[in-house]
């Protein structure tokens, strides 16, 4: 079974960035699609970015216009998310998810059957 611990959240300015990094141990990472959400307070959690088993197909939210970028590192079962340029919109709890099934879509949070703990990310004006 893998477990999955998030990173690299805190607060920063508008217009600031972060990288957040998503750490997996037991199973290795390279036989799951690989994803994150975030969630707001109030709201329900939301798709972010996705990247697949492969590594050649990344998917993105289309609120995020460009600003963030998904990568994964089998060798060190690992996967990251940078963030650029942030906005007041994009504080949230951020998670990592994975799945070792495969759907053909990317954005759905209950075909996700492994979560990290989330780490929060802080936009400040």
């Known amino acids: 079974q893998v477990q999955l611990v998030e990173s690299g959240g805190g607060l920063v300015q508008a217009g600031g960035s972060l990288r957040l990094s998503c750490a997996a141990s037991?199973?290795?990472?390279?036989?799951?699609?690989l994803g994150w959400f975030r969630q707001a307070p109030g709201k329900e959690r939301e798709f972010v970015a996705a990247i697949r088993r492969s590594g050649d197909r990344r998917y993105y939210a289309d609120f995020l216009k460009g600003r963030f970028t998904i990568s994964r590192d089998d060798a060190e079962n690992t996967m990251n998310l940078q963030m650029n340029n942030l906005n007041l919109e994009d504080t949230a709890v951020y998670y990592c998810?994975?799945?070792?099934?495969?759907?053909?879509?990317?954005?759905?949070?209950?075909?996700?059957?492994?979560w990290g703990q989330g780490t929060q990310v802080t936009v400040s004006s």
């Open positions: 037991g199973r290795s990472f390279r036989w799951y699609d």
């Open positions: 998810a994975a799945r070792s099934a495969y759907y053909n879509e990317v954005y759905n949070v209950d075909e996700y059957d492994l």
